[in-house]
Structures are given as structure tokens and as C-alpha cells.
């Protein structure tokens, strides 16, 4: 090995060695990448949360991070509303809270302190049946049935709605009273996936229902 291959090893070496310190130096640790403090999981919060429940009064002490649902089907053991895909796709949840419908597995329990909500168990009973659940038995409004509880309690909201003036996408006139047609139904209930493709007896159940109400 000649002089000038020595110095190109040297060479060499010193440039691997260089490498090595600096992307050490860029690159942190794991142990410098962990938060500076705090245990790794912290103990859950809890705090207190009252609900009237399809007119009873309830009182849960829950982990701040429990869902409406859980607190519904877990904590209250009310398990006519479903999970569905637990993030707010398919309306398998919803219940109606202080007049309004919305998907329980978005919203969690304690922000609903003092609230009022209805569930599927609430509107009616086997023997005296909310109009809208005796229409969706007529029409055949559901097959597995998963997605009917979330479906009923959509379309009494719907109805609601459309007699409160509030307009939708289909609306063609938002200064006008919402028209009480399948377009309008269909964007309204557009929330309320149904696997088993009930959706056309699902409309006739409601507009035989408004055709009643409205
Ligand atoms: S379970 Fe809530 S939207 Fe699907
Ligand atoms: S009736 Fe089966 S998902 Fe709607």
C-alpha cells in the first residue's frame, strides 16, 4: 500500500466518523423524545353528570371520557340505541337531546349536564307504539333492524324540524317553510345509513307519518 492509498483510508475514515457524530447529534434520543413529565397514563378523571333519561331522572358518575352511547347503553343499560361504526358515519346512535337529534357516539355525557334525551325506549312502548314505529312496521320500514332505532329517532326529529321552519340542503327557498316532500326527507334522513337498503319504505313510513302530524 502506497502513501497516497493511506492518506485516502485516513481520508475516508475521518469522513465516516464525522458522519456518524453528526447525525448522532441531530437525531435525538428516545429517552430526550419523551415528555419532560407526567406518569404515561394518566388515572382517569371522573366527574358527576345527570340526565333525564326518556323522563327519569338519572345521576352517573363516568370517566370524562365516556361517550352519550356508553353512558346510554353501558351505564343506563339502554341498548335500543347501537353502535354502529362509533364515529359519526351512520346514525345507528342517534337519540334526540333537548329536542334535537344527534349521533351519541360524537358527543360525550358530560357535556350534556342537565340535559333531556330520548332514546328509541322513550318514544314508545310494545304495546302503546310512537306513530312512527307503528309506520315502519306497515311500510316494512327495516330488515335486521340495526339501524331502525337511529332511524325512528331521525324522523321525529325530521318532522320537527320541518315544522319549525329550519331548512336543509334540498331546501330551494330558505325563507320559505320547508317543503314536506321525499327530496327534503331523503336529504334529512341522508345521516341514517341502513345496510339492508330499507330506504324507500323508510320514506313512505315517514310521509305517512307527517301526512298525519304536519
Ligand atoms: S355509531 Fe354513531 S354514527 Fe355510527
Ligand atoms: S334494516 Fe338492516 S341496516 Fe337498516
Redesign the pocket.
Known amino acids: 500500500m502506497n502513501d497516497f492509498s493511506d492518506i485516502n483510508h485516513a481520508r475516508r475514515d475521518l469522513l465516516i466518523a464525522g458522519a456518524l457524530s453528526a447525525t448522532a447529534a441531530a437525531v435525538p434520543s428516545m429517552a430526550d423524545a419523551q415528555p419532560a413529565a407526567g406518569p404515561a397514563n394518566p388515572a382517569p378523571i371522573h366527574a358527576g353528570v345527570s340526565l333525564k333519561v326518556n323522563g327519569k331522572a338519572e345521576h352517573l358518575e363516568l370517566d370524562t371520557r365516556t361517550t352519550l352511547l356508553d353512558a346510554l347503553r353501558e351505564h343506563l343499560h339502554l341498548t335500543g340505541t347501537k353502535k354502529g361504526c362509533d364515529h359519526g358515519q351512520c346514525g345507528a346512535c342517534t337519540v334526540i337531546v333537548d329536542g334535537r337529534r344527534l349521533n351519541s357516539c360524537l358527543t360525550l355525557a358530560v357535556m350534556h349536564d342537565g340535559a333531556q334525551v330520548t332514546t328509541i325506549e322513550g318514544l314508545g312502548s310494545k304495546d302503546k307504539l310512537h306513530p312512527m314505529q307503528a309506520a315502519f312496521i306497515k311500510h316494512d320500514g ?7 332505532p337511529g ?1 325512528i329517532c331521525s324522523a321525529v326529529a325530521v318532522l320537527d324540524e320541518i315544522k319549525q321552519g329550519i331548512p336543509s340542503h334540498a331546501s330551494a327557498d330558505l325563507n320559505a317553510k320547508p317543503l314536506l316532500n321525499a327530496d327534503e326527507l331523503r336529504e334529512r334522513m341522508s345521516g341514517n ?4 337498503g ?1 330506504y324507500s319504505n323508510i320514506i313512505d313510513a315517514i310521509t305517512e307519518v307527517a301526512g298525519r302530524t304536519a
Open positions: 327495516y330488515q335486521c333492524g340495526y339501524c331502525t332511524q345509513l341502513c345496510r339492508c330499507a
